[in-house]
């Protein structure tokens, strides 16, 4: 079994199933929406990630992040090191969220991820490292919109479908 799987709600009935379709699918959509702020630019899918990193645990919430980044990443974008970030991001947000609140869980993720996404995308997409500075703090804000949003709607999420199996 695998570390606090006991902490989370498992993927076990047809309702709770629904219920990860439903949120992969917000995501996705949130995933393609980007909202332009102060010259930067905005995404909230990771209110996703963070939901079901929170709700299902790390394989799941690094399965979401992955999955609904991937459109993006392979065919918008053309950076595929977005698809292992959000993996991390999702991961680390489960792993830590046993440990302390939801919103710090999510910051903290963030904190785990963002070396990764400096690095990947300075050494091996070649970007400059003014445009990754800039999308470093594009995620900064939008994490800590999302990780707000998450961080209240998960406790009661979470208790309506870990009482109903």
């Given at each position: 079994m695998f570390p606090f799987s006991d902490r989370f709600v498992p993927v076990n009935s047809?309702?709770?199933?629904?219920a990860l379709a439903t949120l992969t699918l917000v995501t996705f959509l949130l995933a393609?929406?980007?909202?332009?702020?102060?010259?930067?630019q905005i995404h909230f899918f990771q209110i996703g990630i963070f939901l079901a990193s929170f709700i299902f645990?790390?394989?799941v919430g690094g399965a979401v992040g992955a999955l609904t980044s991937s459109y993006n990443a392979l065919i918008v974008i053309n950076n595929p090191w977005i698809?292992?970030?959000n993996f991390v991001l999702g991961v680390a947000a489960a792993y830590l969220y046993t440990k302390t609140t939801p919103f710090k869980a999510a910051l903290g993720a963030f904190a785990i991820q963002l070396p990764y996404v400096v690095l990947t995308d300075i050494f091996l997409v070649g970007m400059p490292v003014q445009v990754?500075?800039?999308?470093?703090?594009?995620?900064?804000?939008?994490?800590?919109?999302c990780a707000?949003?998450?961080s209240s709607l998960a406790p009661h999420l979470r208790a309506i479908l870990a009482a109903r199996a």
């Open positions: 047809y309702l709770r199933i629904g393609l929406a980007i909202f332009p702020f102060a010259g930067l645990g790390p394989i698809i292992g970030g990754v500075g800039m999308i470093a703090l594009s995620l900064f804000l939008g994490n800590i919109l707000t949003i998450a």
